[in-house]
């Protein structure tokens, strides 16, 4: 049994992830990357961890169902149980998501239900808001719409730039997504549809 994670971009979580992984000697291991872009930064960080990376890029496909049909090959040669999603910017269809069903997770960069979808940190800056965060949840076929598993609120002090309030965000994600996925695979969190049970 083994974690594949998919990322898009830069790969700071997938890299908080495998370090705290191997830290705390996960008898479940993170077995492989996915990305979906040739640029993206997360490809650099698997060689220096030694993590086998895939590039499968939709544009190779005709359509969503192929593409998602070969994942679910990649996934099955290396015994992927459990699909974690670091920055991975697409919404998941069905060919992925349903044999993965309760097996899925994702982090996002706001206390959702507010500021689904891309550029959520940039949406709460925009608006003004005096508190955001970060939320883990299961994926579902809804865009952030998930069972949410854990949410850490993140204060916007008068005093923050943009770029200030994304670092605050992303060492609250560092911390927050490994010990949560942990939780998640070895059975301390549940997952029935639009339900989570934390024991």
Same mark, same amino acid.
């Given at each position: ?24 000697? #996960?008898?479940? @291991? ?27 890029? @939709? ?22 149980? #459990? ?21 899925m997770v994702n982090i996002h960069p706001s206390l959702l239900p507010s ?9 709460? #800056? ?74």
């Open positions: 049994m083994s974690i594949a994670i998919f990322a898009s971009g830069n790969g700071s979580n997938f890299e908080a992830v495998v370090q705290y992984s191997r830290d705390q000697h #996960w008898t479940t @291991p993170v077995s492989l990357l996915v990305v979906d872009r040739e640029d993206a930064g997360a490809i650099d960080r698997a060689k220096r961890l030694g993590v086998p990376c895939y590039v499968v890029s @939709p544009k190779s496909f005709p359509t969503k169902v192929k593409y998602e049909e070969a994942l679910l090959e990649l996934l099955k040669k290396y015994g992927v149980e #459990w699909i974690v999603l670091a920055g991975y910017l697409r919404i998941v269809g069905s060919t992925l998501l349903e044999p993965f069903e309760g097996r500021f689904p979808g891309l550029h959520a940190i940039e949406q709460a #800056w925009g608006y003004g808001v005096r508190v955001t965060g970060v939320t883990v949840h299961f994926v579902d076929a809804g865009l952030d719409s998930g069972p949410i598993i854990v949410q850490r609120a993140v204060e916007v002090d008068s005093m923050d730039t943009i770029e200030m309030l994304t670092d605050k965000i992303h060492a609250v994600e560092h911390q927050v997504y490994p010990e949560t996925i942990w939780k998640v695979i070895t059975g301390k969190v549940l997952y029935t549809p639009r339900i989570v049970v934390t024991s």
